[in-house]
């Protein structure tokens, strides 16, 4: 344990940070700059471009992303509602299926339930304690399973590792809301999920000042998602100052957190959060 954590420190405070440093500064500089100098003829993926959100300051907050989440690559979005209508609207189709458990953020239900379906895209929705009747859900045009690892508001904590299972034995793209257990106590795609999703407005930030979202996954997964962001005109760019702000927030977050977690524990004893967290311990 005390080797992970030393590694989630050095991780938390060093993974990201340009080498070597601009001009030897400790703090890695907002960019608050739009152009940047084109230099490698033809790419167009080499294009740095603010609306791209592929300033220095986010380069550095997905590689720290990446690194703590065991993931090969990261994104942000101006946020957690465009970082999950994003994802969904890459990985599935007009005329694809997905299957999303029965209690979900309002935000994300209205979206799937109201939304998705102007789009061709189906749902279902899956009892997450209940791993024997999924089968039934599933169709030959199914593509997704989607979860909240603490669900918003009601605290529930599904069978996670089944859900994991089940994705990978109908080969599944699962994707997974971290967002109430954060990147520091829980790690998604080291227990098997293909996507993990964050918002600033919890613990990506915690301040109550901005909310972006952030994704976590394989780099093809992202790099789909990247492309499928630059097309979509709402909602994307997320401001340089606004990444340095979670930066900043990552680089000294394993002091607040381990202690935000213990009280959030003590709150939970007379609660089914306890057995969800217990649950998500030995995941
Ligand atoms: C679990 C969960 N997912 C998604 C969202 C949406 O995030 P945002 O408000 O940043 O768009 C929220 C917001 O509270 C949430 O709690």
Known sequence: MK????????????????????????????FQTVYYEYTSAGDEQELRFIRLNNTPNHVALYKKLASIENGEAALVF???????ATTLLTILKSGEHFLIQNSLYGGTHSLITHD???????????????????KTKLRPNTRAIYVEMITNPLMQVGELPEVVM???????????????????NYHPLECGFDRSLHLATKYLNGHSDI????????????????????ELTTCKTTPPFNVSTILDYLTAQDIPLPINYSMVLEVSLAS????????????
């Open 3 to 30: 080797s992970i954590q030393s590694k989630l420190d050095t991780q938390l405070i060093h993974a990201g940070e340009p080498q070597p440093r601009f001009l030897g500064v400790v703090c890695l500089p907002i």
């Open 78 to 84: 101006a946020s957690g509602m465009a970082a999950i």
């Open 116 to 134: 998705l379906p102007a789009f061709g895209i189906q749902y279902d929705f899956f009892n997450p304690a209940d791993p024997i009747s999924w």
């Open 166 to 184: 089940f994705s990978r034995e109908h080969r599944l793209i699962s994707v997974s809301d971290n967002t109430f257990v954060s990147l520091v």
């Open 211 to 230: 909310a972006p979202g952030a994704l976590v996954g394989s780099q093809e997964l992202v790099a789909q998602v990247k492309n499928r962001l630059v």
């Open 272 to 283: 089914n959060l306890l057995e969800g967290l217990r649950r998500l311990k030995n995941f």
